[in-house]
């Protein structure tokens, strides 16, 4: 519990106001969907380290995320040559409907990568998690409403808990992968 802690301390330490660090972040979790999160920090690394992150071409920011494996690596290099343009605004609905490839995972993700807390990353670990617990009976399609609602039980049962939001995800996500990460 105490490396959850620190890492959420990470977060919430996180200087929002250095822009570079706050769009690798960005890009990090438009990578993420149906990649490994290794996969992904090793490509924004790459990224950064070759000068591409910024001013690399959709080639080359594909080239670089195929390489490092992450999966639809010509559709997230678009992406990710896109939100270069997009002014990053803290709230989660703005980040949906104007960073293409943000979904509320997503953007839940990057805000609470951010230190913007109190938002649910329904991914697979924490869906997975929820049924095992008898929080939820199955996986919904995650539309906007059936996402909110299971947000609002995930938050609901980590309170009964004695656990925030990012403490449970943290450990749910600790727990199938064997180490805490982003």
Avoid at 32 to 45: E, F, G, H, M, N
């Amino acid at each position: 519990m105490e490396e959850i802690k620190n890492k959420l301390s990470e977060f919430k330490n996180f200087d929002r106001s250095d822009f570079k660090k706050v769009f690798e972040e960005l890009v990090f979790c438009l990578m993420t969907p149906q990649s490994k999160a290794l996969s992904a920090d090793k490509a924004v690394k790459e990224l950064v380290k070759k000068g591409l992150l910024f001013e690399g071409s959709v080639k080359d920011v594909s080239n670089v995320l195929r390489s490092c494996g992450v999966r639809f690596h010509n559709v997230k290099s678009e992406r990710i040559v896109m939100a270069r343009n997009k002014k990053v605004v803290f709230c989660r609905d703005w980040l949906v409907k104007n960073v293409c490839g943000f979904g509320l995972k997503e953007a839940s993700h990057f805000l609470r990568n951010v230190g913007v807390f109190g938002f649910a990353i329904l991914d697979r670990h924490i869906l997975k998690n929820l049924i095992v617990r008898g929080v939820i009976s199955e996986i919904p399609i995650l539309n906007k409403k059936n996402y909110l609602k299971i947000e609002i039980k995930f938050k609901v049962y980590s309170k009964s808990l004695g656990l925030s939001v990012e403490e449970l995800d943290l450990l749910f996500w600790s727990k199938e992968t064997g180490f805490v990460f982003k």
